[in-house]
């Protein structure tokens, strides 16, 4: 079975950083690019970055450029999303989602994980 | 950046009619590059519609997707209890610029 499970979510100050992971299971990881999207409260849906099957290659929405970072380790099935300076719209329910395409771009997601919380308050 | 608007915000219907959701982009958008999704309360997303009218994998039949430019829409031909919930059209632009609308809830009436 296809499985994306995210961590890592927590409380955080403004200013403040996190790191979020994603275990992926049930498919060849490192043949596919890695999507994370948000949700804040009761909103709607945000592309948050995009990272390439081998990593070499990222992309980010506008308003998160220069603060997050994505990465990932093939060895480890794992995606990350490193978060500095954090605001409070940064608040929101971050998903981890598969690409669809197998070392090729469609840009739009087959498979999320449950997503894993960031609230960032004082 | 391409601006995606979902109408109506709220579509009330019973089961069994049909339901029609519209997605409409500022500028004209590759077909290859639109997408629909599903999302209940308390659950993630799940892909329904690629590449305008494609069924992702394991989506009933009573749901279509057309269109193409700049005006989009998701049928379901027959509402059944389990698809009401809010449903996002999601668009990839150039410069990377990947967007979705705001939403269309889909309510019993």
């Known amino acids: 079975e296809v499985q994306l499970v995210e961590s890592g979510g927590v409380v955080v100050q403004p200013g403040g950083f996190l790191r979020l992971s994603c275990a992926a299971s049930?498919?060849?990881?490192?043949?596919?690019?890695m999507h994370w999207v948000r949700q804040a409260p009761g909103k709607g849906l945000e592309w948050v970055s995009l990272i390439s099957w081998d990593g070499g290659s990222t992309y980010y929405a506008d308003s998160v450029k220069g603060r997050f970072t994505i990465s990932r380790d093939n060895s480890k099935n794992s995606l990350y999303l490193q978060m500095n300076s954090l605001r409070a719209e940064d608040t929101a329910l971050y998903y981890c989602a598969k690409e669809a395409g197998d070392h090729y771009y469609y840009y739009y997601m087959d498979v999320w994980g449950k997503g894993t919380t960031v609230t960032v308050s004082s | 950046e391409i601006v995606l608007t979902q109408s109506p915000g709220t579509l009330s219907l019973s089961p069994g009619e049909r339901a029609t959701l519209s997605c409409r982009a500022s500028q004209s958008v590759s077909s290859s590059y639109l997408a629909w999704y599903q999302q209940k309360p308390g659950q993630a997303p799940r892909l329904l519609i690629y590449g305008a009218s494609s069924r992702a994998t394991g989506i009933p039949d009573r749901f279509s997707g057309s269109g193409s430019g700049t005006d989009f829409t998701l049928t379901i031909s027959r509402l059944e209890p389990e698809d009401f919930a809010v449903y996002y059209c999601q668009q990839y632009g150039s410069s990377l610029s990947i967007t979705f609308g705001q939403g269309t809830r889909l309510e019993i009436k």
């Open positions: 049930g498919f060849t990881f490192d043949d596919y690019a």
